[in-house]
């Protein structure tokens, strides 16, 4: 039954609608005074049809939906008093002295319609109850103030019509009592206020899909009492436009209609937060900017007695003036309605200066992200231009999961995964506000990302060098030396079968090969010494005992990987003839211990120090060496305290 009821409203009121336009038009052409233009006609029609079919659209899914009430009622009353104002200006226009005119003039007076059910759906959407019980003595403001002020407007004297004034039926004369209604008006106007802020109250009361909600009601809630002091100031400066008028409260009226519809079925469908907060700027601004204009006009005015010169140096300074109003007031609305997304923006801006100071690292955006979204689970990965493909903070290549979190594209530099529930407004604020820290950890990321691809090709290169020193010691070991020492026992055993006159010779002969293969054998150890085989432990022995200074080994014994054990032998052979033709040492000490997949090497002499890493000298080899296998290498020289060379190689096996 409630459903039937609900359509019957809703084409009672698009019948009331259809009618006052067709009547509006008629007076037009018969050229009736003040008549609504063509604008504020073709609106009544969308501002009264939207809340009605709205309305009933929700009764018929819901029917006990208070607001869908409000909805339909609150557009049957303004079609009503709409027609009423049309078809009373047709009647006295035929018959200045007509009764029904006169009622339909009495009827057409209650403007206040056009107020009272936006204000009823700001206090109760969206479940048909206040927002709590404190906003009950509001209510009841708003409620008494609509209800006497609407009383007071049957018992005025004499009506206003387009014709003239035309006496009130009710003939009842209360003129004594306009202060009351002044004070109910005002009391209107408070409570149209109330109501954004009762809709303030359920937003911070609520989640987040009922706060995008309650701003889309919101906003439209905020829009009457804009208008009002709009077309107030605008009736100030350039005189009164009723067609305005009811145009714009027609289209608030669309609006409030359209608002409920996107807030009950697509609330999450635009970016309704980023409209709310740029509404209340502009208005603010502009209320502010209009407020420095006509005072410094005054005031230069006054001044110079010159309209000219105050009117420019008003717009200058109002122009000069925007900009940092604009940041001001954006401030201060983001920090009273958007907590949440100026907080993260402030956050953020305070991690980009720490940044920039150099207390904080941008990889550490995401923990920021964080923070500033509330959302653990955020996550933020670099996209790598070269490759297309992403790195996490660590500088690693990853790929970009699709575990069920949404995924926001910043720019063109990174992707942030995060919570699908959070507000849209919130996350584009923080997401645009961390795009600099994000691009400064991409190209941190990056920098790193090819530092390790040079340092694998330099450790690569010197496994290669290593494989081939292996392979000459093999060749000249195996190949040359051998066919040499085949070649001197050939020529003893000929030696044996000759006449004795030629033995000084065979002689001579052996010794030359016997001389080749201790040089090829010099040469062989020279590229890696055989005892490396057996460790480092004892190739660094070997080096000992045939150094012309005391040196004295301390080497733990652990193995590492074969090319990090030669790259030790040879730092450690450089080192001591370096100090034995530079330093004049009188005993050298080599310690070597392996720990943490580190293997580390420290070669001290009591030498005369001073000792310089030159490029192109000796110690510069070595560094380059170290580095080439990842390793690292410390000097230490003073001159008179002899030198201390520290050396850690990366081991992992």
Known sequence: MSRVVACVIAVLAVAAAVAAVAMSAIGRSRGIPDAPGALATSVILLGVASPACVGA???????????????????????????????????????????????????????????????????????????????????????????????????????????????????????????????????????????????????????????????????????????????????????????????????????????????????????????????????????????????????????????????????????????????????????????????????????????????AEPEEVGAVLRVALDDPSAEVFFRLPATGAFADPRGRVARVPDDGRARSEIGSIGVLLHDPALAPDLLRGVVDAAAVAVELARLRVELRLQLAEVEDARARIARAGYEERRRIERDLHDGAQQRLVTLGIVLRRLQRTLPGGLAPTFDRAVDEITATIADLRTIAAGVRPPRLDEGLSAALEDLARGATVPVEVEASGDRAPPEVEAVAYFVVCEAVTNAVKHASPSRVVVSTARSDDVLRLVVADDGVGGAMAVAGRGLAGLADRVAASGGTLALESAVGSGTRIAVELPCVS
């Not at 700001?122 to 209510?139: E, F, H, K, V």
């Open 57 to 359: 659209f929700l009764i018929w899914r819901r029917p006990r939906t208070l607001v869908a009430w409000i909805l339909v009622v609150g557009a049957l009353a303004v079609a009503v008093v709409m027609a009423a104002g049309s078809g009373s200006a047709l009647a006295l226009h035929e018959n200045p002295d007509s009764a029904l005119g006169a009622w339909l003039l009495l009827l057409s007076q209650q403007w206040l319609v056009l107020f009272a059910w936006p204000l009823a759906l700001a206090y109760c959407y969206p479940d048909g109850r206040l927002p709590s019980a404190r906003w009950r003595p509001a209510a009841w403001v708003a409620l008494v103030s609509c209800g006497v002020a609407s009383l007071l407007l049957c018992f005025q004297q004499p009506l206003e019509g387009t014709e003239g004034d035309v006496a009130n039926p009710l003939g009842v004369d209360v003129q004594w009592l306009a202060p009351v209604f002044w004070v109910c008006w005002a009391g209107v106007l408070a409570s149209l206020f109330g109501g954004a802020l009762a809709l303030r109250a359920r937003y911070r009361a609520g989640d987040g899909v009922s706060r995008r909600q309650v701003l889309w009601i919101a906003y439209g809630a905020l829009l009457p009492p804009l208008w009002l002091g709009g077309s107030s100031l605008w009736h100030a400066i350039l005189g009164s436009s009723l067609d305005a008028d009811l145009a714009v409260l027609m289209l608030v009226h669309a609006w409030l209609a359209i608002a409920v519809a996107v807030a009950v079925t697509r609330h999450g469908l635009y970016a309704i937060d980023r409209m709310f907060s740029r509404t209340l700027v502009y208005a603010a601004l502009t209320a502010l900017l209009v407020g420095t204009y006509v005072l410094v006009a005054l005031l230069a005015g006054r001044l110079a007695n010159d309209s000219a010169l105050s009117a420019s140096l008003a717009t200058l300074t109002a122009a000069l003036a925007f900009r940092p109003l604009r940041d001001r007031v954006q401030e201060l609305v983001d920090r009273r309605f958007a907590r949440a997304r100026f907080e993260g923006v402030r956050l953020l801006r305070v991690f980009l200066d720490d940044v920039r100071d150099g207390r």
